[in-house]
């Protein structure tokens, strides 16, 4: 895919949405990671439900620490995987409060030594909370990036590489956000709804699907 094709992929995605934003809900930094934490393997949906109750009444590092891992999983027992992303979070809790005062620091190397943070989650919050050019790879992005042809590459590494290589300088605040609706809602994994894709002529999947 050349430069031009592109460059007017992002350009129409822009036009489409011109303000993309994370579909978790978060008021703080903090609660930013702790929702991207639990979204592992869950729906942002089911996120949000959970974390609603619990940013209201423990939406802090030192409130969520002061829970433990048993007051917290009441709070996210809903969602997959609750009795490790607990201990993780508390974990993550400890450290926040003993060696950054409870906030989230703007540091790749010290967001990557938090216990159930990786690499994606740490793009999130540079991005979202700092606003920071990254781009966070989730399965979305690596399906879109390699359907399309945008950004083709083996695994989530690869493709966040040649994305933020080839994502033009004015669309790469936003990018991942783009990508990851646009294969939330449109370019779905089973059926791409190519008929409604505003980039379709575009895309240089070759098995398009219309109805």
């Known amino acids: 895919m050349n430069k031009e094709k592109r460059a007017e992929i992002f350009k129409r995605l822009k036009k489409n949405n011109p303000n993309p934003t994370t579909e978790l809900n978060y008021k703080t930094p903090f609660q930013l990671l702790i929702a991207v934490i639990l979204s592992a393997q869950a729906t942002d ?15 802090t590092a030192e ?7 048993k007051g917290l999983k009441h709070y996210i027992k809903t969602i997959g995987l609750f009795n490790t992303k607990a201990k993780n979070v508390i974990k993550t809790c400890e450290i926040l409060v003993e060696k950054y005062k409870g906030k989230v620091p703007e540091d790749r190397a010290a967001l990557e030594a938090l216990p159930g943070v990786g690499r994606k989650t740490v793009n999130v919050i540079l991005n979202t909370a700092f606003g920071h050019p990254t781009i966070a790879v989730d399965t979305h992005i690596f399906r879109v990036s390699n359907r399309i042809g945008l950004a083709p590459g083996k695994n989530v590494v690869e493709v966040e590489k040649k994305l933020l290589k080839f994502t033009p300088a004015e669309y790469k605040q936003d990018a991942h956000h783009w990508l990851i609706l646009h294969g939330r809602y449109t370019c779905i994994a089973r059926k ?5 894709c505003v ?9 398009k699907i219309y109805e």
């Open 45 to 59: 949906k089911g996120v949000n439900k959970a974390t609603g109750p619990l940013f209201k009444d423990a939406g």
């Open 63 to 69: 409130k969520m620490l002061f829970l433990g891992e």
């Open 192 to 196: 791409p709804r190519c008929g409604s």
């Open 199 to 207: 980039i379709e002529d575009l895309c240089e999947y070759k098995a």
